[in-house]
């Protein structure tokens, strides 16, 4: 797990956000997306990698929940996309469980290519050492959760408990990007999911992914806008303070569904 730090809190940024769900490599509709928000983005061909030109509508920032890469085709437009915006004080971003994987690759370490990682690694692959050490140093520098509006928003990748926000440790890192797990696996061999959400009674609006619906799902004072569009879904953003959603559906289904869409049930039906 990376280091911990404290950039989680940013309550003196007001906003407004158009908090952006897991792209997953789906540039064609992220880009669409933006463009119908109001951003503008531009391509110039750098060698064999086109880089963006962006700009944002006046008084308004993207806010991604993470998961960039795996699965979709455009990884790596992706990643420059965000990483223009964020470097152009458009953008912000916490990572997902898909990019500290990516990272881990990019790092040098030996990862599973599984899940969509290897179309990423494929992507990636052409890219020159520094560009790719640019990316991990990107990636390490995203807080595991933004702390936003004075404190009345929260957004992160999977999710985050009430007594977790104005804090960070190891466990919150893990909550923020995995969500509520434990030890158990189901039959597909992944981590069985516990619904945090319906326990969640904070004060601040958490804005999440990680866990595909099929639409936009209001739990409590939260609400996770992963509309599954690598699966054939949607890709949805919640403008704030607004709390109006936008998507835009799929071009195409771009990996197998591993399940039906929908939240997980909550912890107490598993307890004996
Ligand atoms: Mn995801």
Same mark, same amino acid.
């Given at each position: 797990?990376?280091?911990?730090?404290?950039?989680?809190?940013r309550r003196?940024?007001?906003?407004?956000?158009?908090?952006?769900?897991?792209?997953?490599?789906?540039?064609?509709?992220?880009?669409?997306?933006?463009?119908?928000?109001?951003?503008?983005?531009?391509?110039?061909?750098?060698?064999?990698?086109?880089?963006?030109?962006?700009?944002?509508?006046?008084?308004?920032?993207?806010?991604?929940v993470g998961?960039?890469?795996?699965?979709?085709?455009?990884?790596?437009?992706?990643?420059?996309?965000?990483?223009?915006?964020?470097?152009?004080?458009?953008?912000?971003?916490?990572?997902?469980?898909?990019?500290?994987?990516?990272?881990?690759?990019?790092?040098?370490?030996?990862?599973?290519?599984?899940?969509?990682?290897?179309?990423?690694?494929?992507?990636?692959?052409?890219?020159?050492?520094?560009? @790719?050490?640019?990316?991990? +140093? !990107?990636?390490?520098?995203?807080?595991?959760?933004?702390?936003? #509006? /004075?404190? *009345? &928003? %929260? =957004?992160?990748?999977?999710?985050?408990?009430?007594?977790?926000?104005?804090?960070?440790?190891?466990?919150?890192?893990?909550?923020?990007?995995?969500?509520?797990?434990?030890? @158990?696996?189901?039959?597909? +061999? !992944?981590?069985?999911?516990?619904?945090?959400?319906?326990?969640? #009674? /904070?004060? *601040? &609006? %958490? =804005?999440?992914?990680?866990?595909?619906?099929?639409?936009?799902?209001?739990?409590?004072?939260?609400?996770?806008?992963?509309?599954?569009?690598?699966?054939?879904?949607s890709l949805?953003?919640?403008?704030?303070?607004?709390?109006?959603?936008?998507?835009?559906?799929?071009?195409?289904?771009?990996?197998?569904?591993?399940?039906?869409?929908?939240?997980?049930?909550?912890?107490?039906?598993?307890?004996?």
């Amino acid at each position: 797990m990376a280091s911990s730090n404290d950039t989680f809190d940013r309550r003196s940024e007001t906003g407004s956000f158009d908090i952006i769900g897991d792209v997953h490599g789906c540039i064609d509709e992220l880009e669409t997306l933006l463009l119908r928000l109001g951003y503008g983005i531009e391509w110039t061909w750098s060698g064999s990698r086109r880089l963006p030109t962006t700009s944002a509508p006046a008084g308004r920032r993207a806010v991604f929940v993470g998961d960039l890469v795996d699965r979709g085709p455009g990884a790596a437009d992706t990643v420059s996309l965000v990483m223009t915006m964020c470097a152009a004080g458009q953008a912000l971003c916490v990572p997902g469980n898909h990019d500290f994987k990516f990272r881990r690759w990019l790092d040098g370490h030996n990862v599973t290519r599984a899940h969509g990682l290897d179309l990423t690694i494929a992507e990636f692959e052409t890219w020159t050492p520094q560009d @790719r050490v640019a990316v991990s +140093g !990107f990636l390490r520098t995203l807080p595991y959760y933004l702390w936003l #509006d /004075g404190g *009345a &928003l %929260v =957004v992160t990748h999977a999710g985050i408990l009430p007594e977790m926000i104005g804090t960070i440790s190891h466990r919150i890192e893990s909550f923020c990007l995995y969500g509520d797990t434990d030890n @158990r696996r189901n039959a597909g +061999g !992944f981590p069985i999911r516990y619904n945090w959400a319906t326990r969640y #009674d /904070g004060a *601040a &609006l %958490v =804005v999440y992914g990680h866990t595909c619906v099929d639409e936009p799902a209001w739990v409590n004072g939260t609400v996770c806008i992963d509309t599954g569009c690598c699966f054939g879904g949607s890709l949805t953003a919640l403008r704030y303070p607004e709390r109006q959603s936008v998507s835009v559906p799929a071009v195409r289904q771009y990996a197998v569904r591993d399940g039906k869409f929908g939240l997980p049930p909550s912890r107490q039906n598993h307890l004996k």
